[in-house]
Antibody, heavy 121, light 111 residues
Framework: EVQLLESGGGLVQPGGSLRLSCTAS????????MTWVRQAPGKGLEWVST????????FYADSVKGRFTISRDNSKNTLYLQMNSLRAGDTAVYYC??????????????WGQGSLVTVSS | QSVLTQPPSVSGAPGQRVTISCTGN?????????VHWYQQLPGTAPKLLIY???NRPSGVPERFSGSKSGTSTSLAITGLQAEDEADYYC???????????FGGGTKVTVL
């Protein structure tokens, strides 16, 4: 069974940085796009960023462009989200999600359990 | 405000049929991009429910179905059960904004 396990969340001050990780198992990691989706407390889902299987292509929501960087290490089956210049509005549960294939746009067939990021002083 | 519009809530008694609409425009659903639906049970991660407008992944009960017409799609739940109480989200792609987009979500309450 496909598994996605996020880590790295926590409390950070405004303007600070945090790196999320998502470790994948039970599928050929490099053959699929991977995506970060976030959900602010009590709110809906918001697409954040997507990366192709080879990492050659990356896509970002305007709300995070220039502040967040998505990357992946296919040798470690791990997806990352480097978050800089964090704001209160970035407070959310961050989910990593597996794309159904390596094309885009696509949809997400498996999701991790989520990692809570809280930006507050 | 979400690019895809869903009703905030729908409700029904056990056994009834409920539908959730997801309305877009000519830059997303109307441009031919598929719509996918996710179910989020309380306190859990989203789960894929319908893909490609009308298709159910393995393991999803037949009481869940999707349809598409023009710039709108719908998710129907027939024979509503208590375990269907959850938030439901539609998702597509917007070619003008060049982003993946979600609807605002619909809370289904079983009366």
């Amino acid at each position: 069974e496909v598994q996605l396990l996020e880590s790295g969340g926590g409390l950070v001050q405004p303007g600070g940085s945090l790196r999320l990780s998502c470790t994948a198992s039970e599928f050929t990691f490099s053959s699929y796009t991977m995506t970060w989706v976030r959900q602010a407390p009590g709110k809906g889902l918001e697409w954040v960023s997507t990366i192709s299987g080879s990492a050659a292509s990356t896509f970002y929501a305007d709300s995070v462009k220039g502040r967040f960087t998505i990357s992946r290490d296919n040798s470690k089956n791990t997806l990352y989200l480097q978050m800089n210049s964090l704001r209160a509005g970035d407070t959310a549960v961050y989910y990593c999600a597996k794309g159904v294939d390596n094309s885009w746009p696509n949809y997400f067939d498996y999701w991790g359990q989520g990692s809570l990021v809280t930006v507050s002083s | 405000q979400s690019v895809l519009t869903q009703p905030p809530s729908v409700s029904g008694a056990p056994g009834q049929r409920v539908t959730i609409s997801c309305t877009g425009n000519s830059s997303n659903i109307g441009a031919g991009y598929d719509v996918h639906w996710y179910q989020q049970l309380p306190g859990t991660a989203p789960k894929l429910l319908i893909y490609g407008n009308t298709n159910r992944p393995s393991g999803v009960p037949e009481r869940f179905s999707g349809s598409k017409s023009g710039t709108s799609t719908s998710l129907a739940i027939t024979g509503l059960q208590a375990e269907d109480e959850a938030d439901y989200y539609c998702q597509s792609y917007d070619i003008t904004l060049s982003v993946w987009v979600f609807g605002g979500g619909t809370k289904v309450t079983v009366l």
